[in-house]
T-cell receptor, first 112, second 115 residues
C-alpha cells in the first residue's frame, strides 16, 4: 500500500518568514495530494490540493508543488502569521484508491 | 449546513466500561469514515462506509471495536470493553461521493480517556 513520509515533525518560524513542509510517497500511480490543517481542538480541514497532472498550485499565501519523478510534494506558506500555527497533514491517494493515506503531521508554530 | 457533528466531545471512563461515540455526517454525503488520532500513530483509518455499507474495517484494532451505520444520517463507534490504550481522539469524517478523491469533512472529534 501507499506510504507517506512527512517532514519535519515540528517547525518553528518567526512571523513573516516562510515555512515549507515536505512529503514523499511510495506509489508512483498516486494521483491526488491534499493538504489538511488542524487547529487546536478541531478536526482537520482541507486547505489546498494538487492533482498529478499539475506541477504547482497557489492560493494566496499557500502553494503546493509536486515532483512526480521524485515522488515528493511540498506545502509552502509565505508571510506566515500567528494564525497559521496548527498541525498540517499531507495525504496521498494510491492509484485506484479512494482512501487517503495521511502523513504523520507537522506542528507549525509561528512566533509573533 | 452544520458540518459533521460528533458526540460526546469528551468522554472519561474507567477500564472495562462500554464507550459509544456518535456521528452525524453532512446531509447528502455518501461516505463516512472513522479515524483515531494519537501522538504515536497519527491519523489511523479505522473503518469507512459507502452508502451506509461497511467497505473496509481492516483498521479496526480488534474485536472490542465495532461500528454501525443504520441510516445515512447516523453512525456509531463502540468500544467494549474499553482499555487505557484506547485513549485517543476519534474523528468522524464524511465525503459527498462514495467513490472518487473528494475532500473529507471532519467533525471536531471525541476525546476519549480510559482510566
Amino acid at each position: 500500500g501507499e506510504n507517506v513520509e512527512q517532514h519535519p515533525s515540528t517547525l518553528s518560524v518567526q512571523e513573516g518568514d516562510s515555512a515549507v513542509i515536505k512529503c514523499t510517497y511510495s506509489d508512483s500511480a498516486s494521483n491526488y495530494f491534499p493538504w489538511y490543517k488542524q487547529e487546536l481542538g478541531k478536526g482537520p480541514q482541507l486547505i489546498i490540493d494538487i492533482r498529478s497532472n499539475v506541477g504547482e498550485k497557489k492560493d494566496q499565501r499557500i502553494a503546493v508543488t509536486l515532483n512526480k519523478t521524485a515522488k515528493h510534494f511540498s506545502l509552502h506558506i509565505t508571510e506566515t502569521q500567528p494564525e497559521d500555527s496548527a498541525v498540517y497533514f499531507c495525504a496521498a491517494y494510491e492509484g485506484g484508491s479512494y482512501i487517503p493515506t495521511f502523513g504523520r503531521g507537522t506542528s507549525l508554530i509561528v512566533h509573533p | 449546513d452544520a458540518g459533521v457533528i460528533q458526540s460526546p466531545r469528551h468522554e472519561v471512563t474507567e477500564m472495562g466500561q462500554e464507550v459509544t461515540l456518535r456521528c452525524k455526517p453532512i446531509s447528502g454525503h455518501n461516505s463516512l469514515f472513522w479515524y483515531r488520532q494519537t501522538m504515536m500513530r497519527g491519523l489511523e483509518l479505522l473503518i469507512y462506509f459507502n452508502n451506509n455499507v461497511p467497505i473496509d474495517d481492516s483498521g479496526m484494532p480488534e474485536d472490542r471495536f465495532s461500528a454501525k451505520m443504520p441510516n445515512a444520517s447516523f453512525s456509531t463507534l463502540k468500544i467494549q470493553p474499553s482499555e487505557p490504550r484506547d485513549s485517543a481522539v476519534y474523528f468522524c469524517a464524511s465525503r459527498p461521493v462514495a467513490g472518487g478523491t473528494g475532500e473529507l469533512f471532519f467533525g471536531e472529534g471525541s476525546r476519549l480517556t480510559v482510566l
